[in-house]
Nanobody, 125 residues
Framework: QVQLVESGGGLVQPGGSLRLSCAASGRTFSTYAMGWFRQAPGKEREFVAAVSRAGGGTNYADSVKGRFTISRDNAKNTVYLQMNSLKPEDTAIYYC??????????????????WGQGTQVTVSS
């Protein structure tokens, strides 16, 4: 069984930065791509970013491209989401998830089979 635990959320002012972390249990971390999704109040969960199993390939939603960076450290079984130039519309619960694929092409929820519990990110002055 795989467990994913996110951390690093919080309250930040517009224009600020946060780095989210997601620690994974188990020995298969480096076999699969990892992704981040988010869900804002009253909205459906949406894809944010994905990283391939070795970290060489990344994929981003248009809304975060150029501001967010996804990365991973397979030695630490951890995936990161560096978020810069944050906007109020980035306010959401952020979830990490393990893809069923090795590459970073998965953008739909059904392509991910393990999920963390989420961490709240609030962007407000």
């Amino acid at each position: 069984q795989v467990q994913l635990v996110e951390s690093g959320g919080g309250l930040v002012q517009p224009g600020g930065s946060l780095r989210l972390s997601c620690a994974a249990s188990g020995r298969t971390f480096s076999t699969y791509a990892m992704g981040w999704f988010r869900q804002a109040p009253g909205k459906e969960r949406e894809f944010v970013a994905a990283v391939s199993r070795a970290g060489g390939g990344t994929n981003y939603a248009d809304s975060v491209k150029g501001r967010f960076t996804i990365s991973r450290d397979n030695a630490k079984n951890t995936v990161y989401l560096q978020m810069n130039s944050l906007k109020p519309e980035d306010t959401a619960i952020y979830y990490c998830a393990r893809s069923i694929r090795a590459d970073s092409s998965a953008v739909f929820e059904h392509q991910y089979n393990y999920w963390g519990q989420g961490t709240q990110v609030t962007v407000s002055s």
